[in-house]
């Protein structure tokens, strides 16, 4: 089983950047599968960004060209890159992972079993 836990979060300007991290610890976090999602208050959760083992990654819509999903292994951690942060990013961000290869469902919630408890991402306009 792995746990997850989130830094990074902040208030930032329209424009700015963030970098999410998700640290992973109790299992080995290069062979699962890995995703961001957000949830803003009134909405349900979404997903923003999700990868494979096999490199493979899927971007929301509305962030695509902006977000970055990476990890790096050898320090058991995820990333997410956010440029050019907009007032409608805001929310709360949750890594996600799962042991399964999940493929075209990535940005799909109810694959991913572990779940961090998420940081607060506000954009101010």
Same mark, same amino acid.
């Given at each position: 089983?792995?746990?997850? $836990?989130?830094?990074?979060?902040?208030?930032?300007?329209?424009?700015?950047?963030?970098?999410?991290?998700?640290?992973?610890?109790?299992?080995?976090?290069?062979?699962?599968?890995?995703?961001?999602?957000?949830?803003?208050?009134?909405?349900?959760?979404?997903? $923003?960004?999700?990868? #494979?083992?096999?490199?493979?990654? !899927?971007?929301?819509?509305?962030?695509?060209?902006?977000?970055? +999903?990476?990890? !790096?292994?050898?320090?058991?951690?995820?990333?997410?890159?956010?440029?050019?942060?907009?007032?409608? !990013?805001?929310?709360? *961000? *949750?890594?996600?992972?799962?042991? +399964? *290869?999940?493929?075209?469902?990535?940005?799909?919630? #109810?694959?991913?079993?572990?779940?961090?408890?998420?940081?607060? $991402?506000?954009?101010?306009?």
């Amino acid at each position: 089983q792995v746990q997850l $836990v989130e830094s990074g979060g902040g208030s930032v300007q329209s424009g700015g950047s963030l970098r999410l991290s998700c640290a992973a610890s109790g299992s080995t976090f290069r062979y699962y599968s890995v995703g961001w999602f957000r949830q803003a208050p009134g909405k349900e959760r979404e997903g $923003v960004a999700a990868s #494979n083992s096999d490199g493979s990654t !899927d971007y929301a819509e509305s962030v695509k060209g902006r977000f970055t +999903i990476s990890q !790096d292994n050898a320090k058991n951690t995820l990333f997410l890159q956010m440029n050019n942060l907009k007032p409608e !990013d805001t929310a709360i *961000y *949750y890594c996600a992972a799962s042991r +399964i *290869y999940t493929g075209t469902w990535r940005l799909r919630e #109810n694959v991913y079993p572990y779940w961090g408890q998420g940081t607060q $991402v506000t954009v101010a306009s």
